[in-house]
């Protein structure tokens, strides 16, 4: 336990019964060491040159003055006789800098104590405040009669609400960042919503230059200017858990991206997890029939991981690899990562220039090409493609995947070649989930509603209901979840639009291991609306799933519809 005391004339800190900063009580014993014997005392006038430790000579002679007062600073030593206030001071004013030093130290230290407790008090104040305020207007608007007077309270709201979401992600950053790649995908949020937090992608403060190149020659072991010829001093982006420079590499002249993760961050986003555990806990109880705790759950497994860099560069490495020996031309761009240049804290890999997926349309029109035109609806399509193949693949085929395909990750590099970047969240899915999963994609693609509640089933997702068309509702769910199809003359799937199945059919159970590829879907169908798309993944991998569950076994003689459907598709 942590406690202070404060002495009369000192200062300290105890931890588990030890004192620490033991030097402010030897320094408090230096200045107030025994003084000179007392001497009578007589007024000296006259010049003398005395020596500086330095080796200066100042003039000092003054006529001295007799103390007047017997009451002396605590901090200051007594002088008494011959010895001047000047010649006792000097130990003291040599101490003062290590002691305000230490004092500051000290101070960080209680700071750093307190601030998961200040962190949470800010977010449970600010959540209430956001949750409260939709309540009331959602409870104002059941008195509402008038259609569209309904609908200007509710932009209002989504307004207001947009405003304070983006603050307090914004100024707590952290997992709240990542919190923010998700609400504000475009199929999900309002409007509102999407244009405030989707420009938080790359926002998290970034780390000064000189920590950046204290970690650098920590992990590395070697000095920094031995390693990198050049080294942009201002990050390419930040994030959450690390910022990215561009570097060259001083022995081979290549050029790199660096990523070094930010210090103390792994601990401040652990207490952003338990907050948002407890508040998946109420939302679950009280108004949406899902269940957030799971996902949750798997989200702190993947955020402990995304702190292990040697784990992220053994990831990009295994999926550039697949998607390299599964492709003639691999659909996406997967980094290189320099040998013998990783550690737990710092991973280099090379620099893979392009534009932000988000900026496309501003880079269409820089070119002279219409955002909204044929040749650029074509170049939209062929990116979605060839993204949603890559993740196709490595979902359904391998099972290993990239799991956080944001924005900030997707880069279009030369003739609409996709990057894909960030492998600190990626899963393996166990062979049975991997086989369910296949399963309910081709019933999807199918409208099978008997094959989508049996995939149901065979995930483990436990679900109930009092509606009458059930295997509707849970066909229903199914798309909502895990395919980037839209409803047509939709355009937000929100989980608390009246008409959602969320409302009609509750997901008491969900898996854990299956968070990932639900999150991942949801980021998907976030870029699909955003391109002005309509795009099934389902329907674009069932070919994929179909050859899993063909090299499973689960594709029986009995079963001569899927048979026929995959034989045509790869010779018709």
Known sequence: MWRLRFPSRTFFAIKDGKALYPSLDSWWARTRRTPVASQPHTTRTGTGARKERDGAATTAAQPQRRAHSAHIHPLL???SGRSSLAQSARPAADAMPLALAQLQDLRERISDRLRPWSRSAQFW?????IYTSYKVCQLRAGFVKDEEEREAMWEQQHELGAQKMYSLCYELRGLFLKAAQILGKPDLAPMAWVKRLVTLCDRAPATPYDVVRDVVEKQFGKNFDDIFEFFDVEPVGSASIAQVHRARLKLSKTDVAVKVQHPGAEHLMMVDIRNMQAMALFLQKY?????????????????????????????????????????????????????????????????????????????????????????????????????????????????????????????????????????????????????AYANLVVAMADDDLL?????????????????????????????????????????????????????????????????????????????????????????????????????????????????????????W
Request: proline share 6%.
């Open 77 to 79: 030593p007594r002088v």
């Open 125 to 129: 104040v600010r959540a209430a405040d």
């Open 287 to 435: 108004d949406i029939n899902f269940d957030l705790f799971s996902a949750t759950k798997e989200m702190e497994k993947q955020i402990c991981y995304e702190f292990d860099f040697v784990r992220e560069a053994r990831a990009m490495e295994r999926i550039r690899e697949f998607l390299r020996v599964t492709n003639k031309k691999p659909p996406v761009m997967v980094p290189r990562v320099i040998p013998g240049m990783v550690s737990r804290e710092v991973l280099v890999m090379e620099f893979v220039k392009g534009t932000p997926i988000m900026n496309l349309g501003n880079e269409m029109a820089k070119r002279g090409i219409d955002p909204g035109g044929k040749i650029a609806a074509m170049a939209k399509q062929k990116i979605l493609s060839d993204l949603t193949l890559a993740y196709g693949q490595m979902i359904l085929k391998d099972g290993f995947f990239h799991a956080d395909p944001h924005p900030g990750n997707i880069l279009i590099c030369k003739d609409t070649e996709v990057a894909l970047l960030d492998y600190g969240q990626v899963k393996e899915m166990p062979e049975d989930l991997r086989l």
């Open 451 to 571: 094959r989508a509640e049996e995939g149901f089933r065979e995930l483990g997702i436990k679900t109930r209901t009092i509606a009458d068309n059930k295997l509707e509702e849970l066909f229903q769910l199914s798309l909502r979840m895990f395919d980037t199809r839209m409803p047509p003359g939709v355009t937000v799937m929100s989980p608390f639009a009246d008409d959602s199945s969320l409302t009609k059919i509750g997901v008491e159970s969900f898996p854990e291991e299956l968070f990932s590829v639900l999150r991942t879907i949801q980021l998907l169908r976030g870029l699909t609306v955003g391109m002005g798309l309509i795009f099934s993944c389902a329907q674009q991998w069932r070919p994929i799933a179909e050859e899993a569950l063909l090299r499973s076994g689960r594709i029986r003689a009995s079963q001569p519809k899927q048979k026929r459907s995959f034989l045509r598709r790869l010779f």
